[in-house]
T-cell receptor, first 111, second 112 residues
Framework: DQQVKQNSPSLSVQEGRISILNCDYT??????FLWYKKYPAEGPTFLIS?????DKNEDGRFTVFLNKSAKHLSLHIVPSQPGDSAVYFC??????????FGTGTRLQVFP | DSGVTQTPKHLITATGQRVTLRCSPR?????VYWYQQSLDQGLQFLIQ???????AKGNILERFSAQQFPDLHSELNLSSLELGDSALYFC???????????FGDGTRLSIL
């Protein structure tokens, strides 16, 4: 049972435009959500997080939106840059610290 | 640099063998987590330690065990290795509940 789903395995965006990565979850007990970026041969790098008491969190070019009623979160990257090309994972946790990860979306930003 | 150090980066061994993976958390972080990433799968939680004590367990095989030492570094022991154990093993650390986990660069384990 995949509790955290990223239904788009890949996304291609032009440099300077907005990238929108989506994530859906099924467990209503999740109350903390994170996005990680991963380059090949490296570990996941933390990008941004959001608590379930909020519906938006912003950090520079990165904004995460949380829609609890739809059990959906999204990551917006504006403007997209070639260095943003990587695999992006969303993750969630509930009453334990363990993170449940989605299967990732590969973002490619082209010039 | 996340501040989490994992050694070794690569391990190649044979079926039936035993290996130990090591993790040093970020300075000040009391929680250590272990995750496994197999081919075509996302990261799967294995186990968490907090200040030396086991805090949570995921779908960790009985052949696998872990511990966290007084200096807070952690080791993941994998025994009676099978071909299916070939994967990337990541360690992460965090300072508190609902704080981001920061990951090391992983140990790639290959079973021949």
């Amino acid at each position: 049972d995949q509790q955290v789903k990223q239904n788009s395995p890949s996304l291609s965006v032009q440099e300077g435009r907005i990238s929108i990565l989506n994530c859906d979850y099924t467990n209503s007990m999740f109350d903390y959500f994170l996005w990680y970026k991963k380059y090949p041969a490296e570990g996941p790098t933390f990008l941004i997080s959001i608590s379930s008491i909020k519906d938006k969190n912003e950090d520079g070019r990165f904004t995460v939106f949380l829609n609890k009623s739809a059990k959906h979160l999204s990551l917006h990257i504006v403007p997209s840059q070639p260095g943003d090309s990587a695999v992006y994972f969303c993750a969630a946790s509930g009453n334990t610290d363990k993170l449940i990860f989605g299967t990732g979306t590969r973002l490619q930003v082209f010039p | 640099d996340s501040g989490v150090t994992q050694t070794p980066k690569h391990l190649i061994t044979a079926t039936g063998q035993r290996v130990t993976l090591r993790c040093s958390p970020r300075s000040g972080d009391l929680s250590v987590y272990w995750y496994q990433q197999s081919l075509d799968q996302g990261l799967q939680f294995l186990i968490q330690y907090y200040n030396g004590e086991e805090r949570a367990k995921g779908n960790i095989l009985e052949r696998f065990s872990a511990q966290q030492f007084p200096d807070l570094h952690s080791e993941l022991n994998l025994s009676s290795l099978e071909l299916g154990d070939s994967a990337l093993y990541f360690c992460a650390s965090s300072s508190a509940v609902n704080q981001p986990q920061h990951f090391g660069d992983g140990t790639r384990l290959s079973i021949l």
